[in-house]
């Protein structure tokens, strides 16, 4: 940024970089998307264990797989190097 004479100037990124702000956005897209497939993959399975005499323990070993599942598969960090 060049803040000469009160206007502030921000550089564009180079071709195919993305800007600070637009690698926000990005982050957080994918940490929405992440938490909206975690979600599923829990609903998914719990509607799967409703009702079939599934004890407390083995519901939440499932659910935190499916989550872990949906997470890992999602989850890419495209963080540029500085």
Not at 7 to 34: C, F, I
Not at 39 to 64: M, R
């Amino acid at each position: 940024m060049d803040d000469t004479a009160g206007e502030v100037h921000v550089a564009p990124a180079e071709a195919g970089q993305l800007t600070p702000a637009e690698a926000g956005l990005l982050g957080t897209d994918r940490a929405l998307t992440a938490s909206q497939a975690a979600q599923t993959a829990a609903i998914k399975t719990l509607a799967g264990l409703v009702g079939k005499g599934v004890d407390a323990a083995a519901v939440v070993a499932a659910v935190e797989r499916a989550i872990e599942s949906a997470v890992i598969d999602v989850n890419i960090n495209t963080t540029p190097e500085a």
